[in-house]
């Protein structure tokens, strides 16, 4: 039984298009994190969602929006997908701000 | 991100020896610093953490130290099993705000 899951795992798409990519965990936990995993490898943090509220949004570019429906889900959808966007993004959830994180899969985003 | 150092980008060690991966930070604002273990294809999987109230923490095998004076994090494994090789990254989180930073990672391979 998956713990994190996203979908889709892998996602090829065309500049300029919109796309989503989602996530769902069920261990009950009230905290959710988006993270880019680049070319390099670097992990950096895009944003935080606890109990459903925007606590963490780095200096990313606006067409990245996360969305929370509720507590056990948070998707991001990205408008007007650019070369640079091509990562792994990586979802993830904590019990509050332990950062003690359950990591997903990761989505594999190639952007032509 | 410059405040926190991961400078080795690969490690190679005996089966039944000691790993020792390091990380150095510039921040002395964080509180809570962790390991994270990631296979390939994978997330990455929560390993052991440490609050800036501590100096030590073991887990099994795994033990981290924390250098508070130096800003010197480090993870010993003892007794290395090529189960092990895997990309280690040191985490760093400052309070319930975020400012949560991934070190560059470091690849250990364990050689039986």
């Known amino acids: 039984d998956t713990a994190v899951s996203q979908t889709p795992k892998y996602l090829v798409t065309q500049m300029g298009n919109d796309k989503s990519i989602k996530c769902e965990q069920n261990l009950g936990h009230d905290t959710m994190y988006w993270y880019k995993q680049d070319s390099k490898k670097f992990l950096k943090i895009m944003f935080s969602?606890?109990?459903?509220?925007?606590?963490i949004n780095e200096t990313v570019p606006n067409r990245f929006s996360p969305k929370s429906p509720d507590k056990a889900h948070l998707n991001l959808h990205i408008k007007s997908l650019e070369l640079g966007d091509s990562a792994v993004y990586f979802c993830?959830?904590?019990?509050?701000?332990?950062?003690?994180?359950?990591f997903g899969p990761g989505t594999r985003l190639t952007v032509t | 991100d410059q405040q926190v150092k991961q400078n080795s980008p690969s490690l190679s060690v005996q089966e039944g020896r000691i790993s020792i991966l390091n990380c150095d930070y510039t921040n002395s604002m964080f509180d809570y610093f962790l390991w994270y273990k990631k296979y390939p294809a994978e997330g990455p999987t929560f390993l052991i953490s440490i609050s800036s109230i501590k100096d030590k923490n073991e887990d099994g095998r795994f033990t981290v130290f924390l250098n508070k004076s130096a800003k010197h994090l480090s993870l010993h494994i003892v007794p290395s099993q090529p189960g092990d090789s895997a990309v280690y990254f040191c985490f760093f989180s400052r309070g319930s705000q975020g400012n949560l930073i991934f070190g560059k990672g470091t690849k250990l391979s364990v050689k039986p």
């Open positions: 993830a959830s904590s019990q509050g701000r332990n950062y003690e994180q359950y």
């Open positions: 969602y606890n109990n459903k509220e925007l606590i």
